[in-house]
């Protein structure tokens, strides 16, 4: 069965800090993977889409990256604000399946 | 606007009472999902939906119903078999291995 892994489980870092989550999977048999931002009490907001195929994502001062052979994918925040304070999943998509596979998030905290 | 829509936001359920939670989507999906959340712990499967009038079991669907009588709706019903549901429910659509849209979610207490 898939297991995705977020380290670190939570960080702190002064604001202006550029900064890098990490996401990990155990079966490479993805679709795609996704990077999810959940504000305390909410719901979650779909940040980066990565297909199988593609090495990186772009939106913003985000960038995801993918090396799907390794299990592993990068979630990289330039120029971090403290707006960007909130718990950051990544989900996998298994091949062959229509259901995401969570890993438990990295709680981040942007210090003014 | 298009979107998912949770509701309640809150609900209370007494011991032995069944509860359904509500999930709306206006965004065409075909696939629609339930987790819960619970602290410290990733979101776990329910139950998920790919087209009308089908529906899978997730990975803790034990205690739990659900229907989908029209593509736009996909209620979860809370049962008193299920023995702990105090916990944060999510309600989510997609096509097909596109990106997942969240509602805002349900969050559920025994009292």
């Known amino acids: 069965k898939q297991e995705v892994t977020q380290i670190p489980a939570a960080l702190s870092v002064p604001e202006g800090e550029n900064l890098v989550l990490n996401c990990s999977f155990t079966d490479s048999a993805i679709y795609n993977l996704q990077w999810f931002r959940q504000d305390p009490g909410k719901g979650l907001t779909s940040l980066l889409l990565i297909q199988s195929s593609q090495r990186e994502q772009t939106s913003g001062r985000l960038n995801a990256s993918l090396d799907k052979s390794s299990g592993r994918s990068t979630l990289y925040i330039a120029a971090s604000q403290p707006g960007d304070s909130a718990t950051y999943l990544c989900?996998?998509?298994?091949?062959?399946?229509?259901?995401?596979?969570f890993g438990t998030g990295t709680r981040l905290t942007v210090i003014p | 606007d298009g979107g998912i829509t949770q509701s309640p936001k809150y609900l209370f359920r007494k011991e032995g009472q069944n509860v359904t939670l509500s999930c709306e989507q206006n965004?065409?999906?075909?696939?629609m999902y339930w987790y819960r959340q619970d602290p410290g712990q990733g979101l776990r499967l329910i139950y998920y939906s790919q087209i009308v009038n089908d529906f899978q079991k997730g990975d803790i669907a034990e205690g739990y119903s659900v229907s989908r009588e029209k593509k736009e709706s996909f209620p979860l019903t809370v049962t008193s078999a299920q023995k702990n549901p105090t916990a944060f429910y999510l309600c989510a659509s997609s096509i097909a291995g596109g990106k997942a849209f969240f509602g805002q979610g349900t969050r559920l207490t025994v009292v």
């Open positions: 965004l065409n999906h075909d696939a």
């Open positions: 989900a996998v998509t298994q091949t062959g399946a229509n259901n995401l596979f």
